[in-house]
Nanobody
Framework: QVQLVESGGGLVQAGGSLRLSCAAS????????MGWYRQAPGKQRDLVAR???????NYVDSVKGRFTISRDYAKNTVYLQMNSLKPEDTAIYYC??????????????WGQGTQVTVSS
């Protein structure tokens, strides 16, 4: 019924930039918030950035000033512009959305993940 598909990951050198995209599709009635999480090897999955249904962004301290989250409401798409990338940003990045379907079921949905690798 609903799927989230990420794209834009890749391999970059430290100081470089990447832009991640996540498109939600299916029987979506409404989307509350959308965000990005990441999971590095041997680590837990942590919140990176989230944007509310009113467009208010929130960031983990380690990415403030470097990452920007934005949302295209008409396309049910969320973006993460990542600048000044550091090796510690290396992780699998997962898109997340809290939404309701036309069947009135509200749940968290997750993308399959996209790999971001930053070399020294």
């Amino acid at each position: 019924q609903v799927q989230l598909v990420e794209s834009g990951g890749g391999l970059v050198q430290a100081g470089g930039s990447l832009r991640l995209s996540c498109a939600a599709s299916g029987s979506i009635f409404s989307i509350n918030h959308m965000g990005w999480y990441r999971q590095a090897p041997g680590k837990q999955r942590d919140l990176v950035a989230r944007i509310t249904n009113s467009g208010v962004p929130n960031y983990v301290d380690s990415v403030k000033g470097r990452f920007t989250i934005s949302r295209d409401y008409a396309k049910n798409t969320v973006y993460l512009q990542m600048n000044s990338l550091k090796p510690e940003d290396t992780a699998i990045y997962y898109c997340n959305a809290f939404l309701s379907t036309y069947s009135r079921r509200a749940d968290d949905y997750w993308g399959q993940g996209t790999q971001v690798t930053v070399s020294s």
